[in-house]
C-alpha cells in the first residue's frame, strides 16, 4: 500500500514535448550516434532537458506535488518499456550488460538494428502520427528488471526540487501492443505472459517509493481500443494486473491513464481495482454517465477535458459544463489533458510570424498547461475564471466568422460533385493502356520518392529563405542536384525514376506552402519518432490551389531521361494526418477540398507529360478510428478523397500510391478501394508481413512491397534483398509486382543510399533471372 497519501494534483497534464524547445534532444542523440559526443555528454544533454522542462511547467502553473509528469524519454516510451522489463528478443542475442542492465548502447541498438540484424517494426501510436517500437514477446521471453532509467529520473528532479509524477507504459497496454516473437508458436497471444511481467513492474513501484515518489502514471491506452484480444479477457487482464500491483507491500500512488478516445466498458473494470486514482479522455470521448462514476467510489477522477492532440485553442465554456457533470457524479475531480502534449509543439508565443488573428486561435504545449490551470481554479472557484473563460469564447466566435474560413467558390465546387468524380475506368482498360504506353520489366524497379537532403541543399534553402540567394540561383541549385539523381538512377539501373524532391522540406509542408488555407510555423516540432522531428503545417480554412506547384520540376526531370519519371504529390488523408486540421467541420469535407486541388494538379502533370504520378497516402491507417462502429465512415471518406484526387487521370496514366509503418491487414478492402494502379507498401522491418494479407486478399493491381527499411542505417545485403523478394514472389504473382525501399530515402545519406539501391537491382536481376528460367 501505498505510505504517501499526497493527493493528486488538482491540475496537471498526461505528457510534455521531450525533443528540446530547439530540438537540443535530436542535435544530442545524433551527435552520440555519429560519435561526436560521449555518453557523459548525452546524458547532460538530457538531464538539462528534463529539468528545463519541469521548472517550465512549473512556471506555467503546475505547482504541486506530481503534477509535472516525468515522460522524458531518449527514443521511445514502449522502448523505454521494454528496456524496464528486460525484454530483448533472442535474434539480439545478449544486449544485458554485466550488472543485468540494457545500457544506452543497447537501447539504441533495438531502435536502429546492427549491420546484421533489423530494429524492433515500428508502427504506428493509436490515431497519431507518432511512432513506438513494436515489442517481440514469445514464451521465451525473460522478463527481469534491466533499467531504473525512470527511479533516476525522478530523483533528480526530486534532488532539484521538483517531485515529478514517474511515467510508463502499463502491462495490459504493453503486452496488447506487442508482437509474437519469431521463436513463438502459431497462435501465442503476447498477453499470456502477464503474469511474468507484473513482478517486475512491482519492482520498479517499489524502486519508486523508494526514492520518494508520491505517484506513478500507468498509461493504459489500448483499452479505448476495440481489440481483436475477446473483451473479457482484456477485462480479466486489467483487473488482474492492478489487483497484483496495488497490493504491492510499498508503492507509490497509482494513476491509470486512458487517453485517445472512450474506456468504455473498461471504466467499470478500472473503477473496480484498489488504483488511487483513473483518468478518462472526455475532450475526444464522451462524458460518462452518473452510474457508471460511481463505481469509482473515493478515487480521483482525472478528467481530460483540454485536447492533447491537436493546437486549437480550448473551449473553456464547454470544458467547464463537462467538469460541472463530473464534479456532481465524482467524488474528486481533477483536471488533465486528454492525451500527452508530446503531439503539439512547445510554445505559440515563440511563433512571431503567425497572423496574429490566427495565432489566436491556437494553444501549444504550454498555452494547454495554462488552460488545464485555468479550469482546475474553475473547479475551485467558478468566479475565478470568469475572465478567461469570456475571453476564450469571444474568441471561438471571431474565428468562425474570419476571412478565408469559409470561401463561397470552394464550397460551390465540393457541393457540385457526383460519383462520376470519384470513378475511374476499369482496371483491365487502365492495364492495357499503361502497358502500351510504358513498356516497363518484369519486376519494375523504383524509388518511393525523395533522394537524401544533404546539408548543401538544406544550407541553400535557410540561405533563399533568408534571402541570401537569389531564386535563380536556388532553382539552379535545386536543377542541378536533380540532375545528380536522375543520373545516379540512371547509372543504377532503374525502371522508372524520381526526381529526388530537393526543393521539398517537408512532404506536407511543401504543399501547405502552396495551397491556400493554410500557414506553417517556424519553431513548431513535433517528434515522430526517435530523433525525427516533423513541422506540421496549420490547416485553418478553405483550401484551393491558385496555380501548379510540382509541375515545373517534374517537367525538367522528365527532359533529362528517356524513362518514365513519376510525378509526386502528396494525398489529402496525409496532408490531413500530418498537419493540424481544422476542428470546426467534418474532416471528409477537408479532405475533398484538397482532394479537387491535388485533381488540378494532376491534369498539369499530364499536360507536361508525365506518365507515372503517385499519390502518396502513408497515413491512410492512421486516422482510423479506434472504435470499430467509427471505422466504415472514415473508410468511406478518406478512400472518396484519394479517388477524387486520382479520377480525373487519363487511362494511360499510371496512378502510384505509397503507405507505410502501419497493420495494413486492417484495411486492406481500404488500400484496395483506393483502385491505384500500383501500391507501394512497407514490409522489409516487418519481414515481409503484409504479403499474406495481399494474398488472402488476393489483391489484383500493381504492388510493390518495399525491400529496404530506410529508417535505420543499416545497408541490406544484396542476399537479404533477395531473400524478401523471393518471399513476395511466392506469395503475389510477379506480373504484379514491383520493387522499392520502404520510404522515401530523405534521411538517409548518399553512401548508404547508393548501396542500398546497388544492392535492391542486383537483387532484382537474380529474381527476374529465376522467374525467366522457371518460365522455359
Same mark, same amino acid.
Given at each position: 500500500m501505498p505510505e504517501n497519501n499526497t493527493p493528486f494534483p488538482s491540475a496537471s497534464?498526461?505528457?510534455?514535448?521531450?525533443?528540446?524547445?530547439?530540438?537540443?534532444?535530436?542535435?544530442?542523440?545524433?551527435?552520440?550516434?555519429?560519435?561526436?559526443?560521449?555518453?557523459?555528454?548525452?546524458?547532460?544533454?538530457?538531464?538539462?532537458?528534463?529539468?528545463?522542462?519541469?521548472?517550465?511547467?512549473?512556471?506555467?502553473?503546475?505547482?504541486?506535488?506530481?503534477?509535472?509528469?516525468?515522460?522524458?524519454?531518449?527514443?521511445?516510451?514502449?522502448?523505454?518499456?521494454?528496456?524496464?522489463?528486460?525484454?530483448?528478443?533472442?535474434?539480439?542475442?545478449?544486449?544485458?550488460?554485466?550488472?543485468?542492465?540494457?545500457?544506452?548502447?543497447?537501447?539504441?541498438?533495438?531502435?536502429?538494428?546492427?549491420?546484421?540484424?533489423?530494429?524492433?517494426?515500428?508502427?504506428?501510436?493509436?490515431?497519431?502520427?507518432?511512432?513506438?517500437?513494436?515489442?517481440?514477446?514469445?514464451?521465451?521471453?525473460?522478463?527481469?528488471?534491466?533499467?531504473?532509467?525512470?527511479?533516476?529520473?525522478?530523483?533528480?528532479?526530486?534532488?532539484?526540487?521538483?517531485?515529478?509524477?514517474?511515467?510508463?507504459?502499463?502491462?495490459?497496454?504493453?503486452?496488447?501492443?506487442?508482437?509474437?516473437?519469431?521463436?513463438?508458436?502459431?497462435?501465442?497471444?503476447?498477453?499470456?505472459?502477464?503474469?511474468?511481467?507484473?513482478?517486475?513492474?512491482?519492482?520498479?513501484?517499489?524502486?519508486?517509493?523508494?526514492?520518494?515518489?508520491?505517484?506513478?502514471?500507468?498509461?493504459?491506452?489500448?483499452?479505448?481500443?476495440?481489440?481483436?484480444?475477446?473483451?473479457?479477457?482484456?477485462?480479466?487482464?486489467?483487473?488482474?494486473?492492478?489487483?497484483?500491483?496495488?497490493?504491492?507491500?510499498?508503492?507509490?500512488?497509482?494513476?491509470?491513464?486512458?487517453?485517445?478516445?472512450?474506456?468504455?466498458?473498461?471504466?467499470?473494470?478500472?473503477?473496480?481495482?484498489?488504483?488511487?486514482?483513473?483518468?478518462?479522455?472526455?475532450?475526444?470521448?464522451?462524458?460518462? &454517465?452518473?452510474?457508471?462514476? /460511481?463505481?469509482?467510489?473515493?478515487?480521483?477522477?482525472?478528467?481530460?477535458?483540454?485536447?492533447?492532440?491537436?493546437?486549437?485553442?480550448?473551449?473553456?465554456?464547454?470544458?467547464?459544463?463537462?467538469?460541472?457533470?463530473?464534479?456532481?457524479?465524482a467524488a474528486k475531480v481533477a483536471v488533465s489533458t486528454s492525451t500527452s502534449t508530446?503531439?503539439?509543439?512547445?510554445?505559440?508565443?515563440?511563433?512571431?510570424?503567425?497572423?496574429?488573428?490566427?495565432?489566436?486561435?491556437?494553444?501549444?504545449?504550454?498555452?494547454?498547461?495554462?488552460?488545464?490551470?485555468?479550469?482546475?481554479?474553475?473547479?475551485?472557484?467558478?468566479? &475565478?475564471?470568469?475572465?478567461?473563460?469570456?475571453?476564450?469564447?469571444?474568441?471561438?466566435?471571431?474565428? /468562425?466568422?474570419?476571412?478565408?474560413?469559409?470561401?463561397?467558390?470552394?464550397?460551390?465546387?465540393?457541393?457540385?460533385?457526383?460519383?462520376?468524380?470519384?470513378?475511374?475506368?476499369?482496371?483491365?482498360?487502365?492495364?492495357?493502356?499503361?502497358?502500351?504506353?510504358?513498356?516497363?520489366?518484369?519486376?519494375?524497379?523504383?524509388?518511393?520518392?525523395?533522394?537524401?537532403?544533404? &546539408?548543401?541543399?538544406?544550407?541553400?534553402?535557410?540561405?533563399?529563405?533568408?534571402?541570401?540567394?537569389?531564386?535563380?540561383?536556388?532553382?539552379?541549385?535545386?536543377?542541378?542536384?536533380?540532375?545528380?539523381?536522375?543520373?545516379?538512377?540512371?547509372?543504377?539501373?532503374?525502371?522508372?525514376?524520381?526526381?529526388?524532391?530537393?526543393?521539398?522540406?517537408?512532404?506536407?509542408?511543401?504543399?501547405?506552402?502552396?495551397?491556400?488555407?493554410?500557414?506553417?510555423?517556424?519553431?513548431?516540432?513535433?517528434?515522430?519518432?526517435?530523433?525525427?522531428?516533423?513541422?506540421?503545417?496549420?490547416?485553418?480554412?478553405?483550401?484551393?490551389?491558385?496555380?501548379?506547384?510540382?509541375?515545373?520540376?517534374?517537367?525538367?526531370?522528365?527532359?533529362?531521361? &528517356?524513362?518514365?519519371?513519376?510525378?509526386?504529390?502528396?494525398?489529402?488523408?496525409?496532408?490531413?494526418?500530418?498537419?493540424?486540421?481544422?476542428?470546426?467541420?467534418?474532416?471528409?469535407?477537408?479532405?475533398?477540398?484538397?482532394?479537387?486541388?491535388?485533381?488540378?494538379?494532376?491534369?498539369?502533370?499530364?499536360?507536361?507529360?508525365?506518365?507515372?504520378?503517385?499519390?502518396?497516402?502513408?497515413?491512410?491507417?492512421?486516422?482510423?478510428?479506434?472504435?470499430?462502429?467509427?471505422?466504415?465512415?472514415?473508410?468511406?471518406?478518406?478512400?472518396?478523397?484519394?479517388?477524387?484526387?486520382?479520377?480525373?487521370?487519363?487511362?494511360?496514366?499510371?496512378?502510384?500510391?505509397?503507405?507505410?509503418?502501419?497493420?495494413?491487414?486492417?484495411?486492406?478492402?481500404?488500400?484496395?478501394?483506393?483502385?491505384?494502379?500500383?501500391?507501394?507498401?512497407?514490409?522489409?522491418?516487418?519481414?515481409?508481413?503484409?504479403?499474406?494479407?495481399?494474398?488472402?486478399?488476393?489483391?489484383?493491381?500493381?504492388?510493390?512491397?518495399?525491400?529496404?527499411?530506410?529508417?535505420?542505417?543499416?545497408?541490406?545485403?544484396?542476399?537479404?534483398?533477395?531473400?524478401?523478394?523471393?518471399?513476395?514472389?511466392?506469395?503475389?504473382?510477379?506480373?504484379?509486382?514491383?520493387?522499392?525501399?520502404?520510404?522515401?530515402?530523405?534521411?538517409?545519406?548518399?553512401?548508404?543510399?547508393?548501396?542500398?539501391?546497388?544492392?535492391?537491382v542486383k537483387a532484382t536481376q537474380t529474381v527476374r533471372a529465376g522467374l525467366l528460367?522457371?518460365?522455359?
Amino acid at each position: 500500500m501505498p505510505e504517501n497519501n499526497t493527493p493528486f494534483p488538482s491540475a496537471s497534464i498526461l505528457g510534455y514535448p521531450r525533443i528540446g524547445r530547439r530540438r537540443e534532444l535530436k542535435k544530442a542523440v545524433e551527435a552520440y550516434w555519429a560519435g561526436r559526443i560521449d555518453a557523459a555528454a548525452l546524458d547532460a544533454a538530457a538531464k538539462d532537458i528534463q529539468l528545463s522542462t519541469a521548472r517550465r511547467l512549473h512556471d506555467l502553473g503546475l505547482t504541486e506535488a506530481a503534477a509535472v509528469p516525468g515522460t522524458f524519454s531518449y527514443y521511445d516510451q514502449v522502448l523505454d518499456t521494454t528496456a524496464h522489463l528486460g525484454a530483448v528478443p533472442a535474434r539480439f542475442g545478449r544486449l544485458l550488460n554485466a550488472a543485468g542492465q540494457l545500457d544506452i548502447d543497447g537501447y539504441f541498438t533495438l531502435a536502429r538494428g546492427t549491420k546484421d540484424q533489423q530494429p524492433l517494426e515500428m508502427t504506428k501510436w493509436f490515431d497519431t502520427n507518432y511512432h513506438y517500437l513494436v515489442p517481440e514477446i514469445g514464451p521465451e521471453t525473460e522478463f527481469t528488471l534491466a533499467s531504473t532509467a525512470k527511479v533516476d529520473e525522478f530523483a533528480f528532479a526530486l534532488a532539484n526540487g521538483i517531485e515529478t509524477r514517474p511515467y510508463i507504459v502499463g502491462p495490459v497496454t504493453y503486452l496488447l501492443l506487442s508482437k509474437a516473437s519469431d521463436d513463438a508458436p502459431a497462435g501465442f497471444a503476447p498477453l499470456s505472459r502477464l503474469e511474468d511481467v507484473l513482478p517486475v513492474y512491482v519492482q520498479l513501484l517499489e524502486k519508486l517509493a523508494a526514492a520518494g515518489a508520491g505517484w506513478v502514471q500507468l498509461d493504459e491506452p489500448a483499452l479505448v481500443v476495440d481489440q481483436d484480444t475477446p473483451a473479457a479477457e482484456v477485462e480479466a487482464a486489467v483487473a488482474r494486473a492492478y489487483d497484483i500491483l496495488t497490493a504491492a507491500a510499498n508503492r507509490p500512488q497509482i494513476l491509470v491513464s486512458t487517453p485517445y478516445g472512450s474506456l468504455g466498458g473498461q471504466l467499470g473494470t478500472l473503477a473496480a481495482t484498489n488504483i488511487d486514482a483513473l483518468h478518462i479522455d472526455v475532450f475526444k470521448g464522451s462524458v460518462p &454517465s452518473a452510474a457508471a462514476l /460511481a463505481g469509482l467510489g473515493n478515487k480521483t477522477l482525472v478528467a481530460g477535458v483540454v485536447d492533447g492532440h491537436n493546437i486549437w485553442r480550448n473551449d473553456l465554456a464547454a470544458s467547464a459544463a463537462k467538469l460541472d457533470e463530473l464534479k456532481g457524479a465524482a467524488a474528486k475531480v481533477a483536471v488533465s489533458t486528454s492525451t500527452s502534449t508530446q503531439h503539439v509543439p512547445h510554445d505559440v508565443d515563440e511563433e512571431t510570424r503567425l497572423p496574429a488573428q490566427l495565432g489566436s486561435w491556437l494553444a501549444f504545449a504550454d498555452q494547454k498547461a495554462a488552460e488545464v490551470t485555468t479550469l482546475a481554479s474553475y473547479l475551485a472557484d467558478p468566479a &475565478s475564471a470568469k475572465a478567461a473563460i469570456d475571453q476564450a469564447t469571444a474568441v471561438i466566435t471571431s474565428r /468562425a466568422t474570419a476571412e478565408g474560413v469559409h470561401r463561397a467558390d470552394v464550397r460551390a465546387r465540393t457541393e457540385a460533385l457526383t460519383a462520376a468524380d470519384f470513378t475511374r475506368s476499369d482496371y483491365a482498360v487502365r492495364e492495357a493502356a499503361q502497358e502500351e504506353s510504358l513498356h516497363l520489366p518484369p519486376l519494375p524497379t523504383t524509388t518511393i520518392g525523395s533522394f537524401p537532403q544533404t &546539408s548543401e541543399i538544406r544550407s541553400a534553402r535557410a540561405r533563399n529563405t533568408k534571402g541570401e540567394l537569389s531564386d535563380e540561383q536556388y532553382e539552379r541549385l535545386m536543377k542541378d542536384e536533380i540532375k545528380r539523381v536522375v543520373d545516379l538512377q540512371e547509372e543504377l539501373g532503374y525502371d522508372v525514376l524520381v526526381h529526388g524532391e530537393p526543393e521539398r522540406n517537408d512532404m506536407v509542408q511543401y504543399f501547405a506552402e502552396n495551397l491556400e488555407g493554410f500557414d506553417v510555423t517556424v519553431h513548431g516540432w513535433v517528434q515522430s519518432y526517435g530523433s525525427r522531428c516533423t513541422r506540421p503545417s496549420i490547416l485553418w480554412g478553405d483550401v484551393t490551389r491558385s496555380a501548379p506547384i510540382t509541375v515545373k520540376w517534374a517537367e525538367y526531370a522528365q527532359s533529362l531521361t &528517356s524513362k518514365p519519371m513519376k510525378g509526386m504529390l502528396t494525398g489529402p488523408v496525409t496532408i490531413l494526418a500530418w498537419s493540424f486540421v481544422r476542428d470546426d467541420q467534418p474532416l471528409g469535407e477537408t479532405a475533398n477540398q484538397v482532394g479537387l486541388a491535388l485533381r488540378d494538379e494532376i491534369a498539369d502533370l499530364e499536360a507536361a507529360g508525365i506518365k507515372v504520378i503517385q499519390v502518396d497516402e502513408p497515413a491512410l491507417r492512421e486516422l482510423l478510428p479506434l472504435r470499430k462502429a467509427d471505422q466504415a465512415d472514415y473508410l468511406k471518406w478518406s478512400v472518396g478523397s484519394f479517388r477524387l484526387a486520382t479520377a480525373g487521370a487519363a487511362d494511360s496514366t499510371q496512378i502510384h500510391t505509397h503507405l507505410c509503418y502501419s497493420e495494413f491487414g486492417v484495411i486492406i478492402d481500404a488500400i484496395d478501394g483506393l483502385d491505384a494502379d500500383v501500391t507501394s507498401i512497407e514490409a522489409a522491418r516487418s519481414r515481409m508481413e503484409v504479403v499474406h494479407d495481399l494474398e488472402a486478399h488476393g489483391f489484383g493491381r500493381g504492388v510493390g512491397p518495399g525491400v529496404y527499411d530506410i529508417h535505420s542505417p543499416r545497408v541490406p545485403g544484396e542476399q537479404e534483398v533477395t531473400e524478401l523478394l523471393s518471399t513476395a514472389v511466392r506469395h503475389v504473382p510477379s506480373r504484379q509486382l514491383w520493387v522499392n525501399p520502404d520510404c522515401g530515402l530523405k534521411t538517409r545519406g548518399y553512401a548508404e543510399t547508393e548501396e542500398s539501391l546497388r544492392n535492391l537491382v542486383k537483387a532484382t536481376q537474380t529474381v527476374r533471372a529465376g522467374l525467366l528460367e522457371t518460365a522455359k
